[in-house]
Nanobody
Framework: VQLVESGGGLVQPGGSLRLSCLAS????????MSWYRRPPGKGREFVAV????????NYADSVKGRFTISRDNVKNTVYLQMNSLKSEDTAVYYC????????WGQGTQVTVSA
């Protein structure tokens, strides 16, 4: 199993970013996928989850209405569209799947700062 995140960077408050996570080594379309984040000096926290075919999603209260998780089962990719970004969204963002055990990507840094 391999998860590779991309799309992070530096953005001003109020801006947008789209993160991508390319998955390989397992049957992507049969697993729910999640995004987590680790803010500076804090523990990892749940951001969003999407079902196998994308018909069900759930979000942390802190990102509801601003972030959207989606997936493309042809491209084996899960996305996180982040709008109206705030300084408190600054974190390393991780892609996650549970397949017999936890698998995490290497993370992508998102910094929201003026």
């Amino acid at each position: 199993v391999q998860l590779v995140e991309s799309g992070g960077g530096l953005v001003q408050p109020g801006g947008s970013l789209r993160l991508s996570c390319l998955a390989s080594g397992f049957s992507f379309s049969t697993y729910g996928m999640s995004w987590y984040r680790r803010p500076p000096g804090k523990g990892r926290e749940f951001v969003a989850v999407i079902s196998t075919i994308g018909d069900s999603t759930n979000y942390a209260d802190s990102v509801k209405g601003r972030f959207t998780i989606s997936r493309d089962n042809v491209k084996n990719t899960v996305y996180l569209q982040m709008n109206s970004l705030k300084s408190e969204d600054t974190a390393v963002y991780y892609c996650f799947v549970f397949r017999n055990r936890e698998y995490w990507g290497q993370g992508t840094q998102v910094t929201v700062s003026a």
